[in-house]
């Protein structure tokens, strides 16, 4: 399956700064890639689907504003939270579809708590 | 949206048990999958089901597609104490929007093990 890395793994800032988080497949040329967001205890929720090249598309509820995202190439997808504030913390995950419907190959996850 | 109802929501087990978790779902879905999240990490794709009624393995652990395609289960047998994680069933439903990569996610079944 594809490796997908993210970056940084952890991450604390204060209120109102905004966080770049990086991710990036290693071994695959991705056109699309996902991002995710677990609260703890609590499943995966699919915030949007970054497209290279162009307009990410983001789920219902999700800020698009809020929550940038840019896939300038076939391997790098960043999600920056504008003006992050405590209620944005959160373990936010990135994939990679596989070569099969429905797969999905994760990152490791970063860790974000807006103090 | 859809949803997975999956059970139970933990389990605690002995060293060399074996383990059954299910999701069932109001809706019919194409592709089952099952992950396994450690603490700090993102999911890993453990099995992915395609058929209904398909069958398949992956070591100790054995999952298979409700021929309803509304449910799927999960097996691990003999279980040992790094099978510790949170075990995930997704599902892609058949009203995807034309997406291969948009899942549904059950909200985990926490397993321990103790040696």
């Known amino acids: 399956g594809a490796v997908v890395s993210q970056h940084p793994s952890r991450v604390i800032c204060k209120s109102g700064t905004s966080v770049k988080i990086e991710c990036r497949s290693l071994d695959f040329q991705a056109t699309t890639m996902f991002w995710y967001r677990q609260f703890p205890k609590q499943s995966l929720m699919l915030m949007a689907t970054?497209?290279?090249?162009?307009?990410?598309?983001?789920e219902q509820g999700v800020e698009k504003d809020k929550f940038l995202i840019n896939h300038a190439s076939l391997t790098l997808s960043t999600l920056t939270v504008t003006s992050a504030h405590p209620e944005d913390s959160s373990f936010y995950i990135c994939?990679?579809?596989?070569?099969?419907?429905?797969?999905?190959?994760f990152g490791e996850g970063s860790r974000l708590t807006v103090l | 949206g859809q949803q997975l109802n999956q059970s139970p929501q933990s389990m605690f087990i002995q060293e060399g048990e074996d383990v059954s978790m299910n999701c069932t779902s109001s809706s019919i879905f194409n592709t089952w999958l099952w992950y396994k999240q450690e603490p700090g990490e993102g999911p890993v794709l453990l099995i992915a089901?395609?058929?209904?009624?398909e069958l398949t393995s992956n070591g100790r652990l054995t999952a298979q597609f409700g021929i309803t395609r509304k449910d799927s289960f999960l097996n691990i047998s003999a279980s040992i104490p790094s099978d510790v994680g949170i075990y995930f069933c997704?599902?892609?439903?058949?009203?995807?929007?034309?997406?291969?990569?948009?899942?549904?996610f059950g909200k985990g079944t926490l397993l321990t093990v103790n040696p």
């Open positions: 970054s497209n290279e090249g162009s307009k990410a598309t983001y």
């Open positions: 997704a599902g892609q439903p058949i009203e995807s929007g034309g997406s291969n990569y948009k899942l549904t």
């Open positions: 994939s990679v579809g596989g070569t099969n419907t429905g797969e999905l190959f």
């Open positions: 089901l395609y058929k209904a009624g």
